[in-house]
């Protein structure tokens, strides 16, 4: 049973930085892709950045291109999520989550283990 633990979330001012960890126990962590989810209020939850097992491949959604950066320690079986710039509209609660696959992907089905959760909010 894989459990993932997300923590370094809170209040940030617009411009403000955060930097999300996801901390996997069980499994084998560098087998596996791993993304970072976020969900607003009355939205759908969406991938923010996605890595490959090796970390040889990130993917970012547009919106957070050039501010976020995910990243992985393999040997500590953590991934973690740079926040930078950051905006109101990045409001939202993030999660980690690990697929089945190696490779990058992009969709909620996609990812079997998910963690609880962590709450960022950006003031204006």
């Given at each position: 049973q894989v459990q993932l633990?997300?923590?370094?979330?809170g209040l940030v001012?617009?411009?403000?930085s955060l930097r999300l960890s996801c901390a996997a126990s069980g499994g084998t962590f560098s087998w596996y892709s791993m993304g970072w989810f976020r969900q607003a209020p009355g939205k759908e939850r969406e991938l923010v950045a996605s890595i490959s097992s090796s970390?040889?491949?990130t993917y970012y959604r547009d919106s957070v291109k050039g501010r976020f950066t995910i990243s992985r320690?393999?040997?500590?079986?953590?991934?973690y999520l740079q926040m930078n710039s950051l905006k109101p509209e990045d409001t939202a609660v993030?999660?980690?989550?690990?697929?089945?696959?190696?490779?990058?992907?992009f969709k909620v089905e996609e990812y079997d283990d998910w963690g609880q959760g962590t709450?960022?909010?950006?003031?204006?």
């Open positions: 633990v997300e923590s370094g979330g001012q617009t411009g403000g970390a040889v491949s320690d393999n040997a500590k079986n953590t991934v993030y999660y980690c989550a690990r697929s089945a696959y190696g490779y990058i992907r709450q960022v909010t950006v003031s204006s």
